[in-house]
C-alpha cells in the first residue's frame, strides 16, 4: 500500500431537523393541544484512531465525508430521529487542522480515540415546547440549526519511540530489518527507502519499542532539497534519536561530516529536536574501517557528550549492545517526562 501522509478533506456534518406545529386531533381528547415534536439534532463527523493503519490513503481517495440530516419533527409529540454520524478511521498520529485558518482541531494519538471535528446541527423545538399557561396553543416552530461544513488537512506524524535518521545508503533499512520484523527495500543505491518504515524491536519478554527508518536526508532538506521536509516531520515526535552513519574507508562524506549535515536539517527544521536524547553509531565496520578511525570518531563526537557505538547491520556485530543503550536512553525519556507530568489530585492530597 502507498505511504501518504497528508490529505485533504471536505467534512459536513448533518442538519437537525425542523420543529413541527401540530394540535392533537383524537376522538375522545377535547381540545387538544399541541403535539408538535422536536426535530432529531444532526450526525457529527467523527475521527477515530487506528492502531492497524499506517497511512491516509482511505481519505485521500474519498475526501468528502457527510453525515445524515436529522428527522423533522412530528406530530403526535413525535421526535425526529437523530442523524447517523459518520466514522472515518485515521491512523494514530494523525493531526488536524482546519484548512482555512490553519488552527489544529486535534491530534490523534491513541488507538480508539474519538475525535469530532465537524458537530451536527441541533434539531429546532416543536410548538409543543412552547406552551405555557398564557399561551396553551402555540403555533410557533424553529427551523432545525446547520451542521458545520470545514475543509480539513491531515498531517500524519508517525509515533515511534526511536528514529533512524542518516544520509542515504548509510544502512538504515538494513538495520531495522535485522532488529525487527519489517522487511523494506533494502539495496546499494541511495534512496532505496522512499517512505517511512515502522519496526517492532523486542527486548524479552515483555519489553519492546517501535523503531523509525526514516527516508535518507541529504544537506538543504529542510529548504525543499531532496525528499525536503516531507519525511522531517516524522522525526519530531521521537524521545530517541539515532545518528547512523557510514564508515566504511574512503566514505565521502565522511562519518564527522555527515554527522554535521544532519545535525544542521534538523535543527533548521526544528530546533528542538538537538535536545532529545541522541545516540551516534558507526555503520558498516565489516568493512575494514581502521580501529584508529573508530577511536577518532569517538573522541570527536565525546566532545559533543554524545556517545559512539561501532557496528555492522550486515553481520550484526554491535547491533545487541546498541539496542540495550537505546532501551537505557527510552527508559531515562520516560521518566524525565514522568517527573514533568503535574501530580494529580490523589497525589496531592497524600503529600
Not at 477515530?48 to 412530528?74: C, N, W, Y
Not at 522487511?183 to 543505491?189: F, N
Not at 532529545?276 to 565489516?286: A, P
Not at 566532545?303 to 531515562?332: C, D, H, P
Request: aromatic share 6%; hydrophobic share 35%; with cysteine.
Amino acid at each position: 500500500m502507498k505511504f501518504i501522509d497528508e490529505a485533504t478533506v471536505e467534512v459536513k456534518a448533518g442538519d437537525g431537523g425542523n420543529g413541527c406545529v401540530a394540535f392533537r386531533r383524537e376522538k375522545y381528547v377535547p381540545k387538544g393541544g399541541p403535539s408538535g415534536g422536536n426535530g432529531g439534532h444532526g450526525g457529527n463527523v467523527i475521527f477515530v484512531g487506528d492502531g492497524g493503519l499506517s497511512t491516509l490513503v482511505d481519505l485521500k481517495f474519498a475526501p468528502i465525508l457527510r453525515a445524515e440530516h436529522g428527522q423533522h419533527g412530528m406530530g403526535s409529540d413525535m421526535y425526529g430521529r437523530r442523524g447517523e454520524s459518520v466514522v472515518a478511521r485515521v491512523p494514530i498520529g494523525t493531526q488536524v487542522f482546519d484548512a482555512a485558518t490553519g488552527e489544529m482541531i486535534g491530534d490523534v494519538t491513541r488507538a480508539g480515540q474519538e475525535l469530532t471535528v465537524a458537530k451536527g446541527g441541533r434539531g429546532g423545538r416543536g410548538n409543543m415546547t412552547f406552551a405555557t399557561s398564557r399561551n396553551r396553543a402555540p403555533r410557533t416552530a424553529e427551523p432545525g440549526e446547520p451542521g458545520e461544513e470545514k475543509k480539513l488537512r491531515l498531517e500524519l506524524k508517525l509515533l515511534a519511540d526511536v528514529g533512524l535518521v542518516g544520509l542515504p545508503n548509510a544502512g538504515k533499512s538494513t538495520l531495522i530489518s535485522r532488529v525487527s520484523a519489517a522487511k523494506p527495500k533494502v539495496a546499494d543505491y541511495p534512496f532505496t527507502t522512499l517512505s517511512p518504515v515502522l519496526g517492532v524491536v523486542r527486548m524479552g519478554e515483555f519489553k519492546s519499542f517501535v523503531l523509525a527508518d526514516l527516508p535518507g536526508l541529504i544537506e538543504g532538506a529542510s529548504e525543499g532539497a531532496g525528499m525536503g521536509t516531507r519525511f522531517l516531520k516524522h522525526v519530531e515526535r521521537c524521545r530517541v534519536l539515532v545518528f547512523l552513519l557510514d564508515a566504511t574507508p574512503g566514505t565521502e562524506p565522511d562519518a564527522k561530516e555527515a554527522f554535521r549535515v544532519l545535525e544542521k536539517e534538523l535543527k533548521a527544521h526544528n530546533p528542538d529536536l538537538l535536545k532529545r536524547r541522541r545516540l551516534v553509531v558507526l555503520n558498516k565496520i565489516d568493512t575494514g574501517t581502521p580501529k584508529k578511525e573508530i577511536t577518532a570518531c569517538r573522541a570527536f563526537f565525546r566532545k559533543k557528550k554524545l556517545k559512539t557505538l561501532a557496528i555492522s547491520g550486515v553481520t550484526g556485530e554491535g547491533v545487541q549492545e546498541l539496542l540495550y543503550e537505546i532501551a537505557g536512553l527510552l527508559e531515562e525519556s520516560k521518566a524525565k517526562e514522568k517527573s514533568k507530568t503535574p501530580a494529580t489530585g490523589a497525589e496531592e492530597a497524600s503529600t
